[in-house]
């Protein structure tokens, strides 16, 4: 079985600042690893995944993951947070068939 | 290309009712999911069809929930009779191939449906 801890119901960012969002899994099978952005009243849209290639993997709107398998951690950052980033944010675990969701973490920037 | 379409957007009915989803996926795409989101919850899986088989079902409360692809396209999913704790946003998901172990297929997914047991 697998699954994600996101660490943070709630994180809030001056514009400009870093953004990490921090996930961990648990996996018995080598994981394959998501990001997912869900905004308001939308459906969930794919940032990035992690697939076994590079540990470093880059996505969309200037967002990176990092693969750790010492730390289980698969933690979400962006240089510069911009206002259009507050969303809603969902690690998920992928293992076998079924996606495993963490519960999410609400990014808030503030001007 | 057009994305996945959920109706109705939102639903509101009293509990003992029942309620019916409608999903169109993607077009071509092999697999579809159903998720059920509580507030304050990342989602969790229903059920998942490939084609117009179901892959897994597992997490899905057969006593009240049912779902079907007949087609093997769009895809309903049915509550009856609804509780309170069914209050929830009903998302639908889409992947273009198989949905095996391993599978790193990216899903794409609705707007979701937005219900209200009262």
């Known amino acids: 079985a697998q699954s994600v801890t996101q660490l943070g119901s709630h994180v809030s960012v001056s514009e400009g600042a870093l953004v990490l969002l921090r996930c961990n899994y648990s996996?018995?099978?080598?994981?394959?690893l998501f990001w997912y952005v869900q905004y308001p009243n939308q459906g969930l849209q794919l940032l990035l995944k992690?697939?076994?290639?590079?540990?470093l993997v880059k996505g969309i709107n200037g967002f990176e993951a990092e693969f750790k398998k010492s730390e289980t951690s698969f933690h979400l950052t962006k240089p510069s947070a911009h206002m259009s980033d507050a969303a809603e944010y969902f690690c998920a675990v992928r293992g076998n068939n079924d996606m495993r969701f963490g519960a999410g973490t609400r990014l808030t920037v503030k001007p | 290309e057009a994305g996945v379409a959920q109706s109705p957007r939102y639903k509101i009915i009293e509990k003992r009712q029942s309620v019916a989803f409608w999903c169109n996926p993607i077009s071509g795409h092999a697999t579809l999911y159903w998720y059920q989101q509580i507030l304050g919850q990342g989602p969790k899986l229903l059920i998942q069809?490939?084609?117009?088989?179901?892959?897994?079902d597992s997490q899905l409360p057969k006593d009240r929930f049912s779902a079907e692809r007949l087609k093997g396209v769009d895809s309903t999913l049915k509550i009856q009779p609804a509780k309170l704790e069914d209050s929830a946003v009903y998302l639908c998901?889409?992947?273009?191939?198989?949905?095996?172990?391993?599978?790193?297929?990216?899903?794409?997914f609705g707007p979701g449906t937005r219900l209200t047991v009262l």
């Open positions: 069809f490939q084609n117009n088989g179901v892959v897994d």
């Open positions: 996996s018995s099978v080598p994981p394959y």
């Open positions: 992690y697939t076994s290639a590079a540990t």
């Open positions: 998901a889409s992947s273009l191939g198989t949905s095996g172990r391993g599978s790193t297929d990216t899903q794409y």
